[in-house]
């Protein structure tokens, strides 16, 4: 087991959407201790879970190089997983907390931070070949999990599905025409927990649906 994905399906040093890479590189100016380049996917190497989120946080991810770690939104979503096997802790706070995830990988639709946290279409299009690529290369057994409908939307262009086809609904379950399945769920972000448009119980619902499918697999 690895905690980080290399190679061809992920690239630390792209630069592939000029608008993004000219953030970054103000934010490095003006955080210099931030980690601020595009943040790989974290976990198993061969998960049984994959969660896909939208793209790091400023003072998450973008700050500390690990996604969902280090703000608000990695709240529920850490908890939960310690609570259901998948992770050692039940908070991630740094990328040398030495938290790891079991059976489970973390990664985002869109890798860089995007200003007001809002990527463009194109720019969702363009990070779409690496969501594509890991995709690709999971064990056949793998449930994905959406966190959102950008990360849904992401999802079903990375699976080459019609977005139409397939309607994002919290605790929805779909399945591919090859046998992919994969669920939705209202993204873990302080809005939506604050506002209660997303709760702990409805959370740990969705992951109670997934974990009884793969105990029956």
């Known amino acids: 087991m690895i905690q980080q994905i290399i190679g061809e399906q992920f690239d ?48 998450g991810a973008n700050r500390t190089g690990r996604p969902f770690t280090g703000d608000y939104a990695g ?3 850490y908890d939960t997983l310690h609570k259901y096997g ?3 802790a039940t908070q991630s706070v740094s990328a040398d907390d030495g938290l790891r995830l079991t059976a489970c990988r973390i990664t985002n639709a869109v ?6 946290n809002k990527p463009t279409g ?15 290369a999971l064990p056949g057994s793998t449930i994905i999990l959406a966190l959102g409908n950008v990360a849904h939307q992401a999802v079903l262009k990375a699976l080459r599905l019609k977005v139409g086809s397939y309607k994002f609904g919290h605790a929805a379950r779909h399945v591919s025409p090859d046998g992919q399945v ?22 740990h619902a969705v992951f109670e649906a997934i974990n009884n499918e793969l105990k029956e697999r």
């Open 12 to 59: 630390s040093s792209c630069r592939l959407c000029p608008r993004l890479a000219g953030f970054l590189d103000q934010v490095r100016i003006q955080h210099p201790a931030y980690y601020a380049k595009p943040v790989p996917p974290f976990g198993d190497s061969a998960p049984r879970l994959l969660i896909v989120g939208l793209a790091p946080g400023m003072h």
């Open 75 to 77: 709240v529920l979503l």
């Open 86 to 88: 998948y992770a050692s």
């Open 111 to 116: 890798k860089c931070l995007p200003p007001e």
């Open 122 to 136: 194109l720019e969702i299009n363009t990070c779409n070949s690496y969501l594509a690529a890991e995709l690709g």
């Open 182 to 203: 994969f669920y939705d769920s209202y993204h873990c972000s302080r809005y939506n927990t604050q506002t209660k448009r997303l709760t702990e119980a409805m959370f």
